[in-house]
């Protein structure tokens, strides 16, 4: 069930809410952690059973590792530490990487994330193990952010999960959260991405430079407002149940650097390696080489959590040299123009997103010698003008796209959003949701169009 | 009461939600009915939405009549909106024909939105709700809504075959126009392989009933000088990637036989005519014609065809010199056609027999693209798409190949 879906939005969440606003307040997480399974086990009835395990062992682990709150950090928490995380990631390779299951348990590589954080700042101490099986399963499994993010740290909704207040003005706000996600993903992501399927379905060996051009860019953008939509969904129904989910997004189109575009792209990721990988390796404390040896190592790894394919170990070196590059030289020489910064962004970015996308390895190699053709010929029966007849029919989604990847659109209803002007943006935009919606639903008199 | 009043859209969404909902739930067994939803996924509102998006508003007039005016207009023949228009050179063999006074409706606003534009909307099934068991439900629904249609279909059959071929008849043009399946049936089955003396009756005379059936011969890509395309996107991505710049391509994405004379998707000195305007300003010696796809799912197979025939036959009467190739449908690949209750090959081979029936080897020829491109077990072959229905584009040159051995002297 994804959230763009009126099973879920229409369905699942009403009937949800309505338990979960009546239930008494004790209650609360026990619905959320009920309704978590259900939501899991629509769309994974499979490998619920796997989630709930993870549950049970971290819990398990958590509370054997401490007894006694002034207990020291010893033998015995690091054999701990290290059988729950060997159980974590040993699932985790099992499925995504050994080639030994066939499909890859939902959200598996996002809870698999946020539980060995919790587990690890049980070990160091900066929480104390969860006491309760319910709090931590809620905690785990909360339906807004089990499948696709953000990843939260325990500690962040710690305090929210023993008492968070409910009421109805956060419920409106929520609300218009998830609206505005939905919009992001089915008024922008969905429709531009149709751009990039029909280069796919023309084949990259004949499109025209300035059409591969464009191509880049709507997946980028498809790519921008479909994750960055569903993490603010996840962060409005969050809101609705009286949490606070952590921002994931915050404009990266809008960056000057690759080192900046990756802090303002999939935050809670990004901290993850951060906090658990690169500063435990000593981060850039321990000079030049040694910071570089830790950014190859966070990269390949964040590389491989993206995907097990060959090209994802491209697209993660690619970024590792131009983070490099930046940090030896080139950093100081963009911050010396405004502009210069932008262009180099919105020009190496679109193409490590191709590598991102492009998953045949032969196919890639077409695919750059088409933004550039003067490094080999590949074409065939090209169609010169391609571009032309695209442009005519996509503009408005690259101008909507540009427009909502600065900061501006968010500046300016921030302004209005207590005034009339800000409802109506809103309500204007949930009609334009729920017509994109009902038109591309699974419906045998609409998806024709061949 | 006053903190409720500030949730402002909150307050949006449960009025709309429940306005919406009761005109769609009222409007189900009629306005709707065509729009297959289960209640148990869906809301009641989301065929209301769909109207909107067809041109059927929650207050349009005689809602229930909607789909059957469709189908009808085109069973009516002359009669009805998509009749023929008299165009001067074409009417001085024929008794004066109907005036078109009743303005064909311009759908042209609706295809013409940006949507309509967008393409290959594939991605929707993975991208919304993919894991809406209502692919099932569609079947059923359609199924239903094809029965419905065919009580009424069989009637109004007869009567086309009264009223609407007769009134060519009177014209002059003999027993051919009208195509009895029958009679063609026999003349397609050879087709193909049946080796007619080549002579023809010197030019193609609609007039001249007798004339023997031609053959295929190999041509050049001269041939297409004098050649018009007509179809959906299959043709316009023959068009954008067959590199045969010197023929005439009248081609949209996600045209069907249903909206073809309606609307205007033809590109003449840079402006937008109708599919009529475009062939009574221009005499072609070769009419392709390849339609079919997007009417899958849509109304029965005998109105597709009643819709497909009517269309030949107007073809003919615009364009009386051309030879006119219908052309099969292309199937789809196995994955897609083993997974799609409605676009699939089984449906695709069904209606490509009834269009073979048209043909009588005269004027009007049928050929099958699907001999040069499907495997053995008459799927689409893989490694020709990426999407499943369309052949990438550097594999169009295959179709041009094919084209070339099927000329008509």
Known sequence: MVFSSFEFLFRFLPVFLFFYYTAPKNWKNFILFAGSIVFYTAGEAEYVLLLFVCVLVNYLFGRFMYVNIDEGRGVKQTVLLTLALCYDFGVLFYFKYSGLAGRLPLGISFYTFQIAAYIIDVYRGKVPAEKSFIRLGTYLTMFPQLIAGPIINYLTVRVSLKNRAVTLAQFEEGLRTLILGLGAKVIIADRIGLLWNNIQSIGFESISPQLAWMGAFAYSLELYFDFAGYSMMAMGLGRMLGFEIPVNFRHPYASRSVSEFWRRWHITLGKWFREYVYIPLGGNRRGKGRTFINLAVVWSLTALWHGADCNFLIWGASLLVLLGLEKLFLLRFLEKSRILGHVYLLFVVPLTWVAFAVTDIGQLGVYFTRLFPFFGETAAMVNRLDYVKYMNSYWPLFLLGAVFSTPYPVRIYEAVKKKWAGTIAVALILVLDLYYLAISTNNPFMYFNF | ?????????????????????????????????????????????????????????????????????????????????????????????????????????????????????????????????????????????????????????????????????????????????????????????????????????????????????????????????????????????????????????????????????????????????????????????????????????????????????????????????????????????????????????????????????????????????????????GNLRDELTFDNLHLLGSKYDIWVSFLKTKGIL
């Open chain 2, 1 to 377: 009461m006053k903190k409720l009043l500030r949730c402002r859209v909150t307050l949006f969404l449960l009025f709309g939600w429940v306005a919406l909902s009761v005109a769609g739930y009222l409007g189900k067994d009629s306005r709707y009915k065509n729009y297959t939803m289960d209640a148990r996924y869906t809301p009641y509102f989301v065929p209301v939405l769909q109207g909107i998006h067809d041109g059927i508003f929650p207050w349009s007039s005689e809602p229930s009549e909607f789909w059957e005016q469709w189908e009808q207009r085109w069973q009516k023949g002359p009669e009805g909106s998509g009749g023929f228009v008299a165009g001067t050179e074409l009417s001085e063999d024929r008794e004066t024909s109907v005036a078109q006074g009743n303005g064909t409706p311009s759908s042209g606003a609706d295809a013409g939105s940006l949507d309509g534009n967008t393409g290959i909307p594939d991605t929707t099934e993975s991208a919304g709700a993919g894991d809406m068991p209502a692919g099932g439900n569609g079947t059923s629904g359609t199924a239903a809504s094809g029965e419905d249609a065919g009580e009424t279909l069989p009637r109004q059959n007869e009567a086309d075959g009264e009223t609407g071929i007769p009134s060519d008849g009177a014209g002059g043009q003999g027993g051919e126009a009208g195509l009895p399946a029958g009679e063609n049936g026999g003349g397609t089955g050879g087709n193909a392989s049946e080796g007619a003396p080549e002579d023809g009756s010197g030019e193609t005379q609609p007039t001249a009933g007798e004339a023997a059936p031609k053959s295929f011969t190999d041509v050049d890509e001269s041939y297409f000088d004098d050649a018009v395309f007509i179809g959906d996107s299959r043709t316009v991505g023959l068009h954008d990637y067959s590199g045969l710049d010197n023929a005439t391509f009248y081609a949209s994405v996600g045209l069907s036989v249903y909206d073809m004379w309606t609307d205007a998707f033809c590109e003449v000195d840079g402006k937008k005519i109708t599919l009529e305007e475009a062939l009574l300003a221009r005499q072609f010696k070769k009419v392709y014609f390849q339609i079919g796809i997007n009417e899958m799912g849509r109304g029965t197979v005998d109105g597709f065809i009643t819709a497909y025939s009517q269309s030949v036959q107007k073809l003919k009467e615009l364009q009386p010199d051309a030879v006119i190739y219908v052309q099969a449908i292309m199937r789809v690949a196995k994955e897609k056609s083993d997974s799609d209750p409605i676009f699939n090959n089984k449906g695709i081979n069904e209606r490509n027999a009834r269009i073979a029936q048209l043909a009588d080897s005269r004027t009007v020829f049928y050929i099958d693209v699907n001999e040069v491109v499907c495997d053995p077990e």
